[in-house]
């Protein structure tokens, strides 16, 4: 089962910031915090991830409590093509070996409004 | 770069046939995954290969289903005999050998047992 509590949808204004809550109060030092993102019926599509700092990219900013029980991803001027559903995923970190497999959630289904 | 790619991107077969899914991941990833969804359902995670070897198949379904990556390049998933519980869209996943990135998706192929 996913590990992480995602509200089931939110709207947002085209232009505006879109700010995504996602719950994950039994996280483990060692696992990281990803945002994956399903447009339509595309792929899923990598966003972004952290472990304990905020983290920010061309696409997005993630913002992580200091307890690391809760993150919020930032979508700092929403467009119409932002329109997805977002997954929340926490995942062990892993150092000098293979990587393991995301289990994804219902996710956030995210629409953006003209 | 070549993102990866799935071949077919659809599907339609008869109950009882067989079908071969076929995924060519970024060049140089060692790790590819295989995930699903069925209708209705989150994304589910199949199998994970690093290079050649199976790391982890503990999300196959049943013995119907047998992936292979010989080579340690493409991957193919068969499914032998097809049942109508099978319809879903496959993704193949794929990601460096080293490091915490994330996975760069497929577009996904939709398979169609009637």
């Known amino acids: 089962d996913a590990k992480t509590t995602q509200p089931p949808s939110m709207d947002c204004a085209e232009g505006r910031a879109a700010n995504l809550p996602c719950n994950h109060s039994?996280?483990?030092?060692?696992?990281?915090v990803y945002w994956y993102r399903q447009i339509h019926s595309q792929g899923p599509q990598y966003i972004i991830h952290?472990?304990?700092n905020n983290e920010t990219n061309e696409m997005a900013s993630l913002i992580i409590t200091e307890d690391r029980k809760s993150s919020t991803l930032i979508l700092p001027h929403a467009t119409l093509r932002d329109t997805a559903v977002y997954y929340c995923i926490v995942r062990v970190a892993y150092y000098g070996g293979s990587q393991g497999n995301l289990i994804f959630g219902k996710g956030t289904k995210l629409s953006v409004k003209p | 770069e070549a993102g990866v790619t799935q071949f077919p991107s659809h599907s339609v077969i008869e109950k009882g046939q067989t079908v071969t899914l076929r995924c060519d991941p970024i060049?140089?990833?060692?790790?590819l995954y295989w995930y699903r969804r069925v209708m209705g359902k989150e994304i589910k995670f199949l199998l994970h290969f690093v290079k050649e070897s199976k790391q982890d198949e503990s999300g196959m379904p049943n013995n119907r289903f047998l992936a292979e990556r010989t080579g340690g390049t493409y991957s193919t998933l068969k499914v032998q005999p097809a049942e109508l519980e099978d319809s879903g869209v496959y993704f193949c996943a794929s990601s460096p050998h080293r490091g915490n990135n994330g996975y760069t998706f497929g577009s996904g192929t939709r398979l169609t047992v009637v």
């Open positions: 039994t996280i483990s030092g060692n696992e990281y």
């Open positions: 060049s140089g990833h060692d790790n």
């Open positions: 952290g472990l304990k």
